[in-house]
C-alpha cells in the first residue's frame, strides 16, 4: 500500500520499537449479562494500520476502550508497546491516542483555539502552541477556517479538527473509532488520506469500521469482529481468498426482470443469489466460471438482457456474509457499552 505523507508530527524520540503496537489474549468484558467482547486476541505490529470489521454492536468501541485503558477487562490481559494496560496503565496513556465516534472538541471556540487549548493543557508555551496549531491547521486543510467557530464547520470538517487534536503531541499508537461514520464520500476520501498520511509518518493507527470499502482502502490487516470474538484476521487478499470460491456481479437492464432472473439463476447455479440496495444488480458465490457463463447464456435465452457484469474475487461483503451468515450493517445481539448505557 503506497503512502504519501503530509502530517508534521511531534514525537518523543525516545519510544522502543522492540516489542508489538498491541497484544491482546482473551478479552473479556461484560456489561451486567451481555458478554460486549468474549475473548478477543489481537496483535499489531508497530506503523501497522490495523482494522477491526463488524457491524454495529459487535465489541468494536468496547476493545478500543479496554485497550486505551478506559476500560478494565474482566479476563484476559493487553499490552501496549509492552506495557500492561492495567498494570501500567499510566505508561500506556503516554504513548497512545483516541478518537472516539463523536467529535470532542467545543464547538463555541475557534479551530485554532481549540488546539491551542489542548497544546497549552498538554504543557506547551502559549507561543509554541499557538505554532503547533497553526502546522496542524495546515496539515489538515483547515487553515482557511483557523478562526471560525467550529458549530460552523462541516461534519469533514469537524472530523478532521478531532484528529489533529489527537495529534498534538504524536501518539505512537492512534485509535480511530468509526472515524468516517456520517461523512459524506468527499470526506471521507479525506479522512483516508489523513490516516494514510500518519501511517506513513510512524503512527501505528488501529481503527474501527463497519464499512467494509473503507477496510479494504486503509488496513494493512483486518480481524474480523461478530458478537465479541474474532471469526477471521489477515490481509484484506487472505480474508477474500479464504472465501474459496469466485464472486458473480451483474445488473440487469430492465429491474423489473429481477425476480424473475434471480430465480433462473439460482437453479442454473445451484447456490442463492445475494441481492441490495440496487434494484437490478444480482451476485452468487460461484466456484465454476464455465457455470457462470452458462449462466448468461440462460439468461439471454428468457429474453432477460444484462446491461453489465462481473466475474472475479469476492468483495470484503462476500466474505464477511460467508464468515457470519449476515450481512456486515446488520445489528447484532451483542451491545457495545454505549449501547447497553
Known amino acids: 500500500m503506497t503512502r504519501r505523507s503530509t502530517v508534521t508530527t511531534e514525537r518523543d524520540p525516545d519510544t522502543d520499537t522492540g516489542s508489538p503496537a498491541i497484544e491482546a489474549r482473551g478479552l473479556v468484558r461484560r456489561f451486567g449479562d451481555t458478554v460486549a467482547v468474549n475473548g478477543v486476541d489481537l496483535e499489531v505490529a508497530p506503523g501497522e494500520i490495523y482494522g477491526i470489521l463488524g457491524p454495529n454492536g459487535a465489541g468494536k468501541t468496547t476493545t478500543i476502550r479496554m485497550l486505551a485503558t478506559l476500560l478494565r477487562p474482566d479476563a484476559g490481559e493487553g499490552r501496549v508497546f509492552g506495557h500492561d494496560i492495567v498494570q501500567n496503565a499510566d505508561a500506556v496513556r503516554g504513548r497512545v491516542s483516541l478518537t472516539g465516534q463523536f467529535a470532542s472538541v467545543d464547538e463555541d471556540l475557534s479551530g485554532r483555539d481549540n488546539l491551542v487549548l489542548i497544546a497549552r493543557l498538554l504543557g506547551y508555551a502559549r ?58 464520500p468527499r470526506s471521507r476520501n479525506q479522512v483516508w488520506d489523513i490516516v494514510r498520511a500518519l501511517a506513513d509518518a510512524g503512527t501505528t493507527v488501529l481503527l474501527t469500521t463497519q464499512y467494509l470499502d473503507e477496510a479494504d482502502q486503509l488496513a494493512d490487516r483486518i480481524a474480523v469482529i461478530d458478537r465479541g470474538r474474532v471469526i477471521a484476521e489477515g490481509t484484506p487478499g487472505q480474508l477474500k481468498s479464504s472465501v474459496g470460491a469466485g464472486a458473480l456481479h451483474l445488473r440487469l437492464r430492465d429491474p423489473g426482470q429481477r425476480e424473475d432472473a434471480e430465480r433462473l439463476l439460482a437453479g442454473v447455479l445451484g447456490v442463492p443469489m445475494q441481492t441490495g440496495s440496487d434494484p437490478a444488480a444480482l451476485s452468487a458465490r460461484v466456484s465454476d466460471p464455465d457455470l457462470a457463463a452458462r449462466a448468461f447464456a440462460e439468461l439471454a435465452g428468457a429474453g432477460i438482457p444484462v446491461s453489465d457484469f462481473a466475474y472475479g474475487q469476492p468483495s470484503l461483503d462476500e466474505v464477511f456474509l460467508a464468515l457470519t451468515g449476515h450481512p456486515a450493517e446488520e445489528t447484532t445481539d451483542t451491545d457495545d457499552e454505549e449501547q447497553v448505557a
Open 127 to 184: 507561543g509554541d502552541a499557538r505554532r503547533r496549531a497553526d502546522v496542524l491547521l495546515g496539515d489538515f486543510g483547515l487553515a482557511d477556517a483557523a478562526s471560525r467557530q467550529v458549530k460552523g464547520y462541516s461534519g469533514g470538517m469537524r472530523r478532521r479538527l478531532d484528529i489533529a487534536a489527537s495529534m498534538v503531541v504524536t501518539p505512537d499508537l492512534l485509535f480511530l473509532d468509526e472515524p468516517t461514520t456520517g461523512l459524506d
